[in-house]
């Protein structure tokens, strides 16, 4: 008798990255603008730091703290303090291999079997993936037509089995930026509900026009239910290295740490010293290469012109992504699909970010220099014409 | 309003490991036979692997394929073939970060909520509290007296709820070793009643006496229902690098991608490199180092004579355990803390393992040079007579 996967599987879609990796894959010469990831490299800090290590240091070769090793915790804390206005005292970093992982962790830590999570539709889909995989179920807010948050629509979404409200900002896959307004409003609600407020802040650096990103741990009554997200991936350009961190309510600490004993034990001891390199560099070191970036997006916001019958692209106002709609009702992996096969150019379907009405793609321009850039928008837009 | 932890994880035990480093660092001196650590250090070639890293490699610094590079999935489907017999046509090989992940990312896409895991008494902590986290419970069968597996008991517990059994040989934390006969049995048993069999061989190389480590995906019925875990972190001594991996039956494969996708994404860079250089160095790389851990074995085996009042020490087969058992109707967390702060040894506590009747203690001879690991006997035989 031949036993299969789990029930709890099927609620989880399919990751779409491998899928259409994939088709790229099969498809030579295809330009990407599907995965999000920066076309600069790593900090030169990486290279000499890897060159200084000793394999048989314990911190690198044994078991480290559950938390992340002392150091690179003050070096966090510091960075928290300074960059996002977060004070620490109260609240406990937990380092992770990459910060999907930071909120499948805190998930588990705070959400029984059958409990509700609040997503901002449209949502970032490994949100919605760590949710069903946690015998969890999606409740969803539809943010407004221009992507930002509907407070009321949170607000009515806010069941009694409702444990969290997710928001990203800036917003993968809108590029919306949040004002501290609407996160401060949708902090409040959470801390009135007794429910914990997760915000990801992958995409901290990159925003457009000078506009401000908001961290609403900041708030001087969010301490005790207020979870951040944040990543080296997107800022550092170092994806590959799987390292995030969680800033959680010093409550959630023992809970957190089961989690992560269960899980990962620790990160890697290397990824630990090369994080406590980086980290330090901050929004000084990322402003430059986001500057490139600016260009980037206005070239995006250039290709409108060469749209036909109708499609618009929405403005980011950060991150490095752009919803483009098309006004035919057309299945939007299809026109992935055919995007690649015929017109060598990878985008995301939308309905993966749970966007159902219409056909939308997400753009995201980040991975690529800006004279590839440029081709691929050029096949872009011509696709999209003739399709 | 306050929110709080949830309840599922209150049924997730409290991680010993970090417990007991407390109290380890609030007694300075402590030798420790805690932790599951080896003494010696990782292979020469870390060092030089290290040192020829490029971080701006794509490789290095972009997202990985989610079961892991093409050149490291064919160093280990090589080595499975040579070393375990195991055949990896119509398996499919994930990485993860460390094999704890593999076993949690394995029990996610093979069990819903509510569904049971037998694992076998006594058990290795983590697994038990991975099902827990997974909102899953756990059912459990006795070993034998000599902690060998009773076929019967574990056929006994195969309520229609148990998706898998699970069986950690050599094993941890009682040193037994399964021969391939149980194992066949408990693979046969898996095999007709359409469940999985979960196999963990994290301490494959580590058997005394020349007993032979057996793999039960090596046998021909095995394909469709068995899954194998490794890890480099006792090998290689490299538990800090966070490395292991699950073969897995190839109808998993779209499952384990959707669990891999959600919490790790791919297993860093760095490490894969890393571990494709480690892991080709196999079992006669590893034998030199653990012909000392036999020498360990037999201190502890002659520490039995300073033991008073009826204490017994079962014989390891492999792994570098021995479970110690007192007389006495004590509280083993007790002892274990007395014999920290009065004694300055550490072990830990059989009911961390599932053991509720008697006073048991595990006695981890792998993590100390020889010369300390008989101060550190010398101290615990003292201990136990004297408590």
Same mark, same amino acid.
């Given at each position: 008798?031949?036993?299969?996967?789990?029930?709890? /599987?099927?609620?989880?879609q399919?990751?779409?990255?491998?899928? &259409?990796?994939?088709?790229?894959?099969?498809?030579?010469?295809?330009?990407?603008?599907?995965?999000?990831? +920066?076309?600069y490299? $790593?900090?030169?800090? +990486?290279?000499? %730091?890897?060159?200084?290590?000793?394999?048989?240091?314990?911190?690198?070769?044994?078991?480290?703290?559950?938390?992340?090793? !002392?150091?690179?915790?003050? &070096? &966090?804390?510091?960075?928290?303090?300074?960059?996002?206005?977060?004070?620490?005292?109260?609240?406990?970093?937990?380092?992770?291999?990459?910060?999907?992982?930071?909120?499948?962790? #805190? =998930?588990?830590?705070?959400?029984?079997?059958?409990?509700? +999570?609040?997503?901002?539709?449209?949502?970032?889909?490994? *949100?919605?993936?760590?949710?069903?995989?946690?015998?969890?179920?999606?409740?969803?807010?539809?943010?407004?037509?221009?992507?930002?948050?509907?407070? !009321?629509?949170?607000?009515?979404?806010? %069941?009694?089995?409702?444990?969290?409200?997710?928001? #990203?900002?800036?917003?993968n896959?809108?590029?919306? +930026?949040y004002?501290?307004?609407?996160?401060?409003?949708?902090?409040?609600?959470?801390?009135?509900?007794?429910?914990?407020?997760? *915000?990801?802040?992958?995409?901290?650096?990159?925003?457009?026009?000078?506009?401000? @990103?908001?961290?609403?741990?900041? =708030?001087?009554?969010?301490?005790? *239910? %207020? #979870?951040?997200?944040?990543?080296?991936?997107?800022?550092?350009a170092?994806?590959?290295?799987?390292?995030?961190?969680?800033?959680?309510?010093? @409550?959630?600490?023992?809970?957190?740490?089961?989690?992560?004993?269960?899980?990962?034990?620790?990160?890697?001891?290397?990824?630990?010293?090369?994080?406590?390199?980086?980290?330090?560099?901050?929004?000084a070191?990322?402003?430059?290469?986001?500057?490139?970036?600016? %260009?980037?997006?206005?070239?995006?916001?250039?290709?409108?012109? @060469?749209?036909?019958?109708?499609?618009? /692209?929405?403005? $980011?106002?950060?991150?490095?992504?752009?919803?483009?709609?098309?006004?035919?009702?057309?299945h939007?992996?299809?026109?992935?699909?055919?995007? &690649?096969?015929?017109?060598?150019?990878? #985008?995301?379907?939308?309905?993966?970010?749970?966007?159902?009405?219409?056909?939308?793609?997400?753009?995201?321009?980040?991975?690529?220099?800006?004279?590839?850039?440029?081709?691929?928008?050029?096949?872009?837009?011509?696709?999209?014409?003739?399709?």
């Open positions: 008798m031949r036993p299969t996967a789990c029930k709890r /599987i099927e609620q989880v399919d990751p779409v990255i491998p899928i &259409i990796g994939a088709w790229i894959r099969d498809n030579p010469g295809t330009l990407s603008l599907a995965q999000g990831v +920066v076309s490299s $790593p900090p030169d800090v +990486v290279a000499e %730091t890897l060159g200084s290590i000793d394999p048989s240091d314990p911190a690198i070769c044994r078991y480290g703290p559950a938390a992340g090793q !002392d150091a690179l915790l003050e &070096i &966090i804390t510091d960075k928290l303090l300074k960059e996002n206005d977060i004070d620490c005292v109260g609240r406990q970093v937990f380092c992770t291999a990459g910060s999907n992982m930071a909120f499948l962790t #805190v =998930l588990l830590a705070i959400a029984n079997v059958g409990d509700e +999570v609040l997503l901002v539709r449209p949502y970032y889909f490994n *949100h919605q993936m760590a949710i069903e995989l946690a015998g969890c179920h999606c409740k969803y807010a539809d943010s407004t037509p221009d992507f930002q948050l509907d407070i !009321d629509a949170i607000a009515n979404g806010l %069941t009694d089995r409702v444990r969290a409200v997710v928001t #990203v900002s800036p917003n896959p809108s590029g919306a +930026v004002p501290r307004e609407a996160l401060s409003e949708v902090n409040r609600l959470c801390g009135e509900r007794g429910i914990y407020h997760i *915000h990801d802040e992958a995409y901290e650096y990159f925003t457009f026009d000078d506009r401000e @990103h908001f961290s609403p741990a900041s =708030l001087p009554e969010s301490l005790e *239910h %207020t #979870v951040s997200l944040f990543s080296i991936s997107k800022s550092f170092m994806a590959g290295w799987r390292f995030g961190y969680a800033v959680v309510p010093e @409550h959630l600490t023992a809970a957190v740490q089961k989690v992560q004993d269960t899980n990962l034990i620790s990160v890697s001891g290397v990824t630990q010293q090369i994080a406590s390199a980086v980290i330090p560099l901050g929004q070191w990322c402003k430059q290469r986001i500057a490139a970036l600016s %260009t980037a997006r206005d070239m995006v916001l250039a290709a409108r012109d @060469h749209l036909s019958g109708g499609a618009t /692209i929405c403005q $980011p106002q950060g991150a490095f992504y752009a919803l483009l709609t098309l006004p035919a009702r057309r939007d992996l299809d026109v992935v699909q055919q995007l &690649i096969e015929r017109f060598k150019v990878a #985008v995301l379907p939308g309905s993966t970010f749970g966007i159902n009405s219409g056909c939308v793609l997400r753009v995201s321009f980040g991975g690529l220099p800006l004279e590839r850039l440029e081709a691929a928008l050029a096949r872009l837009t011509a696709g999209i014409r003739e399709l």
